[in-house]
T-cell receptor
Framework: NAGVMQNPRHLVRRRGQEARLRCSPM?????VYWYRQLPEEGLKFMVY????????ESGMPKERFSAEFPKEGPSILRIQQVVRGDSAAYFC????????????FGSGTRLTVV | QKEVEQDPGPLSVPEGAIVSLNCTYS??????FMWYRQYSRKGPELLMY????GNKEDGRFTAQVDKSSKYISLFIRDSQPSDSATYLC???????????FGKGTSLLVTP
C-alpha cells in the first residue's frame, strides 16, 4: 500500500532551466496539495488540485509556477526559468476527499538551483 | 507578526522525560489544529488532530488547544530516542485544507 510518491527525490537545475516535480497520490486519493519548505522557513501552502481542476492556487507565485493534475497520471508542479530563490523542498500531500483534518505527505523533492 | 509562532529549539531532554512543545497563533479564524513529526529528509507525518478547543490523547501524546489564548501544546510522555525529530504545528481556518505551519521545534531525546 504505497504512500504518496514524489519524484525525483533530488533535482538540480541551472538558473533559467525548467523544473518538473511529480506527485503520485495514494491509491484512491483524488485531492492533491503542494507545499514548499524554504530553508529556515515553515511549510507554505501553494496549491490544491482535484483531478483536472485547480481548486485553490492562492499560495502559488504569480509567475513561472504552474500545477496540474490530469485525469491520468501524476500531479505536476512546474517551475519555469528557475532562480536561486526557488531552491527548496517541495512536498505534496493527498487525501481521498477535501481534507479538514490534515493529510498524508510524500517525502518531498529537494530542488537545488545552481 | 507571523500567523503561527513556534520556538525552533533545539530542545534536548533525557529519555523518559515529559516533553512540552508549544505554538502561538494570531488568526482567530483558525479552527483545525494539527501536530506533525518530521524526520530529517522525510515528509511530515500527522501525529495529532484537534478541532476547536480541548484536549486529545493518543498513547504517549496529548494535544491541547486553548483558543482563548491562541495557544496550542503537544505533550510527549515517556519520551524515547526515536521521538527525536522536528515537530511542526499546523492550523487552518474554515477551508480546512490550507495549512499554516510553524517553523518547527527540533527535539533530541538522549538515551
Amino acid at each position: 500500500n504505497a504512500g504518496v510518491m514524489q519524484n525525483p527525490r533530488h533535482l538540480v537545475r541551472r538558473r533559467g532551466q525548467e523544473a518538473r516535480l511529480r506527485c503520485s497520490p495514494m491509491k484512491g486519493h483524488s485531492h492533491v496539495y503542494w507545499y514548499r519548505q524554504l530553508p529556515e522557513e515553515g511549510l507554505k501552502f501553494m496549491v490544491y488540485l482535484q483531478k483536472e481542476n485547480i481548486i485553490d492556487e492562492s499560495g502559488m507565485p504569480k509567475e513561472r509556477f504552474s500545477a496540474e493534475f490530469p485525469k491520468e497520471g501524476p500531479s505536476i508542479l512546474r517551475i519555469q526559468q528557475v532562480v536561486r530563490g526557488d531552491s527548496a523542498a517541495y512536498f505534496c500531500a493527498s487525501s481521498p476527499q477535501r481534507a479538514d483534518y490534515g493529510y498524508t505527505f510524500g517525502s518531498g523533492t529537494r530542488l537545488t538551483v545552481v | 507578526q507571523k500567523e503561527v509562532e513556534q520556538d525552533p529549539g533545539p530542545l534536548s531532554v533525557p529519555e523518559g522525560a515529559i516533553v512540552s512543545l508549544n505554538c502561538t497563533y494570531s488568526n482567530s479564524a483558525f479552527q483545525y489544529f494539527m501536530w506533525y513529526r518530521q524526520y530529517s529528509r522525510k515528509g511530515p507525518e500527522l501525529l495529532m488532530y484537534t478541532y476547536s478547543s480541548g484536549n486529545k490523547e493518543d498513547g504517549r501524546f496529548t494535544a491541547q488547544v486553548d483558543k482563548s489564548s491562541k495557544y496550542i501544546s503537544l505533550f510527549i510522555r515517556d519520551s524515547q530516542p526515536s521521538d527525536s525529530a522536528t515537530y511542526l504545528c499546523a492550523m487552518s481556518g474554515a477551508t480546512g485544507y490550507a495549512l499554516n505551519f510553524g517553523k518547527g521545534t527540533s527535539l533530541l531525546v538522549t538515551p
